[in-house]
Every structure is written in structure tokens, then in C-alpha cells.
């Protein structure tokens, strides 16, 4: 009787913690600000980035992860790790941070850890913006071995979230070509799941 006890407990417990785990942003887009500043405006792309990413990620198996195309392209693990720098470049925009190529990268993560660095950068990123009504101070800065450059946050748009938004779009088609398509009834016209 006492096993039975023990292992129901143990049962529970393990229900419990799957229950609390940490959910991701983004599996929604969040509630659009009630006024139009160029923060809000900008917060609201990255926002409809995230939810793209979040869907185009969701249940990949390691058979995603690993499908590349006949032509030398990047597989969707790689491509996760590219989003992740770009979302790093967002963020340190936003933060006023250098992008220090001086330093290693950390790349080495888990497909779960790689997704849920990203949207929480996308989010965090997001919430900053937000709060601006003068973007022209988050410029973008990369500092490397041979000097500093700094770019308008103009490229910020053309350039990282742009881009995020392209191979997030690639993550799609590469899951659909290897068998995964997304979840049925993620509309990004609505930014919600309708089924």
C-alpha cells in the first residue's frame, strides 16, 4: 500500500511541474496598444514576428530540425540559430548594447533552449520599444576586433526583423517539406489560433 502511495505522489508531483512549466510568449499575439507611436508600431512587428516564430517551431522533431534541402541550404536547426543572433541583435538595439563580436557566440543550445531564448528576446525587445516615441535612439552597433560601427535604427527594420521575418517563413516550408506542417488554424491575420 505504501508503494501505491509513493508512486501516486510521484505521479502527481510529476503532473504538477509539467503544468507550471514556463509557457513561451507569442503562442498569441498580444493585445494591440491603444494608440500609434512609432514605438507601438514597432513593438507590434516584432510582435506578429514572434507569433510567426512560435508557430513555425512549435512540435518540430529532430526530422525537421535536421531536413535540408537538395541545395545546400540551411537545415531548420541551423536556421533557428541564425534567429536566434538576429533576435540578440534586436534586443541589444533596444537595450542600447553593442553586438560584441569579440566574444564567442553561445550557440550550442537545445532546439527548446534556441526557441525559448528567442521569443523571450523578441518579447523583452517588444516590451521596450513599446515605451518609445523616439526610436532614432536604438541605434544598432557591432563592435569587433577591427573598431565600432553603428547603423540608424532604419536598419534595424530592413535589416534584423526583416530578415527574422523571411527565415521564420523559410521554417516553414522547410517543416512542410519534411512531413510537419504547422498547426492547423494559426492565422496571422487574426494573431491567434483559431482552432
Do not use: C
Not at 7 to 22: D, K, P
Not at 83 to 93: A, D, E, F, K, Q
Not at 131 to 148: P, V
Not at 173 to 184: F, Q, T
Amino acid at each position: 500500500m505504501k508503494r501505491i502511495i509513493i508512486g501516486i505522489v510521484s505521479l502527481f508531483s510529476v503532473a504538477m511541474y509539467a503544468q507550471t512549466e514556463t509557457k513561451l510568449p507569442y503562442d498569441q499575439i498580444p493585445e494591440a496598444p491603444e494608440t500609434y507611436t512609432s514605438g507601438t508600431v514597432i513593438s507590434r512587428m516584432i510582435d506578429g514576428l514572434g507569433f510567426r516564430y512560435y508557430w513555425a517551431t512549435e512540435g518540430l522533431t529532430e526530422k525537421e530540425l535536421n531536413y535540408q534541402p537538395g541545395n545546400q541550404g540551411r537545415t531548420a536547426e541551423q536556421t533557428m540559430e541564425h534567429l536566434l543572433g538576429l533576435s540578440r541583435v534586436i534586443l541589444n538595439s533596444a537595450k542600447k548594447l553593442p553586438n560584441d563580436r569579440t566574444k564567442p557566440q553561445k550557440l550550442d543550445l537545445s532546439y527548446a533552449e534556441k526557441r525559448e531564448e528567442t521569443l523571450n528576446n523578441f518579447k523583452e525587445a517588444s516590451e521596450i520599444f513599446k515605451k518609445s516615441t523616439d526610436l532614432s535612439e536604438f541605434s544598432i552597433i557591432f563592435k569587433s576586433k577591427s573598431g565600432s560601427n553603428e547603423f540608424p535604427f532604419w536598419n534595424q527594420i530592413n535589416g534584423p526583423i526583416e530578415d527574422a521575418v523571411w527565415h521564420a517563413g523559410q521554417i516553414v516550408v522547410l517543416r512542410r517539406s519534411a512531413g510537419n506542417p504547422i498547426s492547423k488554424g494559426v492565422n496571422v491575420f487574426l494573431g491567434k489560433k483559431t482552432y
